[in-house]
């Protein structure tokens, strides 16, 4: 989603913005600006459409320098890119706000500024703050107090960002709904939307919480909360490798997060397996005495978290034997919801911000589900602080808006979760025993499959003047088919579909033709000979198959028809393994294509708008 920098100190603040909002851009984004107060008392504003280094760019035949200054990547929500949409929007020459979020009210707040003889230059919700902020300096109120007095008349969510003209020793910023940082420095501090973007410049930071108000000078940081008291933050250390954003010898971030697969799986089972079980600690303290009691799950999730959560139900209701619900977010936070009795509410998110699913834990708590659980990729983020449990998947930043190692560092969290449930549920210490082994040499069996790379690009090139594609799997195979649509469509634009094998016959089948590729994921497990029946009929009208299939499972190529063969593993294991080829696939798909991998088009990382 839309990203934040901001700085207030002693030295020049154009370069830790930009640098800041290069760090930022894996987000997604159409457009990029900064506003900077001068010496000369000037609020200075620059804004391009397109990519950071077009800002880059600008700033070199029309420099701007200052000791304080915001920042944006602006992804639409309303307006189409345009530099007249672009952040930071201004009020007069008085006034500069950056805003990630929906103004849900917005065209009521837009009208009534007019009416007072306020001129809107953009198409956007956000720029309605930087009036009501004018507004309100103009009836005599400092800027923190007027931003305070904004915030009241806003309704939807949003992290703000403010300077002006007339206070150019601070920078005011408040968050609900969406998250806001603030970096602690040495004579200088900062805000921005994602820890990352401070990165070379401090460790130190300070999570907002909602409805918090935060007021920042170069050697203070004052903060109040939803009730106007003034209030204490603890800071917090964050420590991120050295290269978490970088590309390394890789062409993309997307191909070097596939490749990081082992090493991440690696991560997230370290100091949580024993040599022939789970170890419970790692859900946390209070961890035991929940599980104890759950005689339910429901799991909520959006995307490519979704479909993890998706094939969680499976392992769930089969090894454990309890009812497990999957819920897309955007559609439970809208609909009524029966609660039944002890059940455990999981949300999945990369990032813990995602905006359905935050919303969907907070009307969770309200419904009285009994506990909930976060399994999620930032320590830091809303949903662990809000959720009873937190387990994380260790997959370090994720760059590509694509995900790739967080989904399958999120399946094998979910695993953990299923043993551990089913371990109160009549799940045999011997399967535990056997799955937990199939874990340790997970990893093994994922560089396994990365050393298929070269044949799978070669398979790539009968994809590049194809315009659809049917993902097909069984069982856990299902969402693993759609999640291989999803990727290839994110990043290649090939209009692609996941299906459960068993429903070609009930309307799909009438797409095939010898123009259609189809994708099989074939596993070695008890619904293997269902699915090459399947598949027959796929053959029988003219489509051409490409099945990634267990080396054991008796798969032959034959004409119309190539065959993949993958390193075996446990057949209840297997989705977090089958899933890596179709990454790969999709991927040298994209890269075929000439299309932007990292950044798709219209796509953001970190959802964090409805």
């Given at each position: 989603?839309?990203?934040?920098?901001?700085?207030?100190?002693?030295?020049?603040?154009?370069?830790?913005?930009?640098?800041?909002?290069k760090?930022?851009?894996?987000?997604g984004?159409?457009?990029?600006?900064?506003?900077?107060?001068?010496?000369?008392?000037?609020?200075?504003?620059?804004?391009?459409?397109?990519?950071?280094?077009e800002?880059v760019?600008?700033?070199?035949?029309?420099p701007v320098?200052?000791q304080?200054?915001?920042?944006?990547?602006?992804?639409?929500?309303h307006?189409?890119?345009?530099?007249n949409?672009?952040?930071?929007h201004?009020s007069?020459d008085?006034?500069?706000?950056?805003?990630?979020g929906?103004i849900?009210?917005?065209e009521?707040l837009?009208?009534?500024l007019?009416?007072q003889?306020?001129?809107f230059?953009?198409?956007?919700?956000?720029?309605?703050?930087?009036?009501?902020?004018?507004?309100?300096?103009?009836?005599?109120?400092d800027?923190l107090?007027?931003?305070?007095?904004?915030?009241?008349e806003?309704?939807?969510?949003?992290?703000i960002?403010?300077?002006?003209?007339?206070?150019p020793?601070r920078?005011?910023?408040?968050?609900?709904?969406?998250?806001?940082v603030?970096?602690?420095?040495?004579?200088?501090?900062?805000?921005a939307?994602?820890v990352?973007?401070?990165?070379?410049?401090?460790d130190r930071?300070?999570?907002?919480e909602?409805?918090?108000?935060?007021?920042i000078?170069?050697?203070?940081?004052?903060?109040?909360?939803?009730?106007?008291?003034?209030?204490v933050?603890?800071?917090?250390?964050?420590e991120?490798?050295?290269?978490?954003?970088?590309?390394?010898?890789y062409?993309?971030h997307?191909?070097?997060?596939?490749?990081?697969q082992?090493?991440v799986?690696?991560?997230?089972?370290?100091?949580?397996?024993?040599?022939?079980?789970?170890?419970?600690?790692?859900?946390?303290?209070?961890?035991?005495s929940?599980?104890?009691q759950?005689?339910?799950?429901?799991?909520?999730?959006?995307g490519?978290?979704?479909y993890?959560?998706?094939?969680?139900?499976?392992w769930?209701?089969?090894?454990?034997?309890?009812?497990?619900?999957v819920?897309?977010?955007s559609?439970?936070?809208?609909r009524k919801?029966?609660?039944p009795?002890?059940?455990l509410?999981v949300?999945?998110?990369?990032?813990?911000e995602t905006?359905?699913?935050?919303?969907?834990?907070?009307i969770?708590?309200?419904?009285?589900?009994?506990?909930?659980?976060?399994?999620?990729?930032v320590?830091?983020?809303?949903?662990v602080?809000?959720s009873?449990?937190?387990?994380?998947?260790?997959?370090?930043?994720?760059?590509?808006?694509?995900?790739?190692?967080?989904?399958?560092a999120?399946?094998t969290?979910l695993?953990l979760?299923?043993?551990l449930?089913?371990?109160?549920?009549?799940?045999?210490?011997?399967?535990?025993?056997?799955l937990?082994q199939?874990?340790h040499?997970?990893g093994?069996v994922?560089e396994?499959v990365?050393?298929l790379?070269?044949?799978i690009h070669?398979l790539?090139?009968?994809?590049?003047?194809?315009?659809h594609?049917?993902?097909?799997?069984?069982?856990?195979?299902?969402?693993v088919a759609m999640e291989?649509?999803?990727?290839?469509?994110?990043?290649?634009?090939?209009?692609?579909?996941?299906?459960?094998?068993g429903?070609?016959?009930?309307?799909?089948?009438?797409?095939?033709?010898?123009?259609?590729p189809?994708?099989?994921?074939?596993p070695?497990n008890?619904?293997?000979e269902?699915l090459?029946?399947?598949?027959?009929?796929?053959?029988?009208?003219?489509g051409?198959?490409?099945?990634?299939?267990d080396?054991?499972?008796?798969?032959r190529?034959e004409?119309?028809?190539?065959?993949?063969?993958?390193p075996?593993v446990?057949?209840?294991?297997?989705?977090i393994?089958?899933?890596v080829?179709?990454?790969?696939?999709s991927?040298?798909?994209?890269?075929l294509k000439?299309?932007d991998?990292?950044?798709?088009r219209?796509?953001?990382?970190?959802?964090?708008?409805?």
């Amino acid at each position: 989603m839309c990203g934040i920098v901001g700085a207030v100190g002693d030295r020049n603040v154009p370069p830790i913005l930009l640098e800041g909002l290069k760090r930022l851009e894996y987000r997604g984004y159409d457009s990029a600006g900064l506003a900077v107060i001068e010496k000369n008392g000037n609020l200075s504003r620059r804004r391009k459409v397109g990519k950071v280094q077009e800002l880059v760019n600008e700033l070199k035949r029309s420099p701007v320098r200052g000791q304080i200054g915001i920042a944006h990547t602006r992804w639409a929500t309303h307006g189409v890119p345009a530099e007249n949409n672009a952040h930071p929007h201004a009020s007069g020459d008085r006034v500069c706000i950056v805003h990630n979020g929906i103004i849900e009210n917005y065209e009521s707040l837009r009208d009534e500024l007019k009416a007072q003889g306020y001129k809107f230059e953009s198409e956007t919700d956000s720029e309605v703050v930087a009036h009501l902020v004018d507004r309100y300096l103009q009836k005599g109120l400092d800027l923190l107090d007027a931003v305070r007095a904004t915030t009241k008349e806003l309704e939807g969510a949003y992290a703000i960002g403010v300077v002006a003209r007339d206070t150019p020793d601070r920078i005011i910023a408040a968050r609900a709904g969406s998250p806001l940082v603030v970096g602690k420095g040495i004579g200088e501090n900062y805000i921005a939307s994602d820890v990352l973007a401070l990165k070379p410049v401090t460790d130190r930071f300070i999570f907002l919480e909602e409805g918090d108000l935060v007021e920042i000078r170069k050697d203070s940081i004052s903060i109040w909360n939803l009730d106007n008291e003034s209030v204490v933050r603890s800071d917090v250390h964050v420590e991120m490798a050295h290269d978490d954003v970088d590309k390394g010898n890789y062409r993309h971030h997307m191909q070097k997060e596939i490749f990081e697969q082992p090493r991440v799986i690696h991560d997230t089972l370290e100091g949580r397996l024993g040599r022939t079980q789970v170890l419970e600690g790692a859900f946390g303290v209070a961890a035991k005495s929940i599980f104890d009691q759950v005689q339910g799950v429901t799991l909520v999730a959006c995307g490519t978290s979704f479909y993890a959560a998706s094939v969680a139900r499976y392992w769930i209701e089969e090894l454990v034997g309890i009812p497990c619900q999957v819920e897309i977010a955007s559609e439970f936070r809208y609909r009524k919801v029966s609660v039944p009795k002890d059940t455990l509410f999981v949300t999945l998110s990369q990032s813990g911000e995602t905006a359905d699913t935050l919303a969907a834990l907070r009307i969770a708590k309200k419904l009285g589900f009994y506990a909930t659980l976060t399994i999620c990729n930032v320590p830091t983020s809303s949903m662990v602080r809000e959720s009873d449990l937190a387990l994380m998947i260790q997959a370090g930043t994720e760059v590509g808006v694509a995900s790739t190692k967080a989904f399958t560092a999120q399946l094998t969290d979910l695993m953990l979760l299923t043993l551990l449930l089913g371990r109160r549920h009549g799940l045999s210490a011997k399967l535990e025993k056997e799955l937990v082994q199939g874990l340790h040499e997970l990893g093994g069996v994922i560089e396994a499959v990365l050393s298929l790379d070269d044949p799978i690009h070669d398979l790539a090139e009968r994809f590049m003047d194809k315009h659809h594609a049917l993902f097909l799997g069984r069982g856990t195979m299902f969402p693993v088919a759609m999640e291989g649509a999803l990727k290839l469509k994110e990043i290649s634009y090939i209009h692609a579909e996941g299906y459960p094998a068993g429903e070609l016959k009930h309307g799909p089948l009438a797409l095939v033709d010898d123009d259609m590729p189809v994708i099989a994921v074939a596993p070695n497990n008890d619904l293997l000979e269902k699915l090459q029946s399947n598949l027959q009929e796929v053959r029988a009208r003219g489509g051409e198959l490409f099945v990634f299939a267990d080396q054991n499972s008796g798969f032959r190529e034959e004409p119309g028809v190539t065959v993949i063969p993958l390193p075996h593993v446990h057949p209840i294991l297997a989705p977090i393994v089958y899933v890596v080829p179709l990454q790969l696939l999709s991927y040298h798909v994209a890269v075929l294509k000439g299309t932007d991998v990292d950044q798709p088009r219209n796509l953001a990382k970190s959802v964090t708008v409805e």
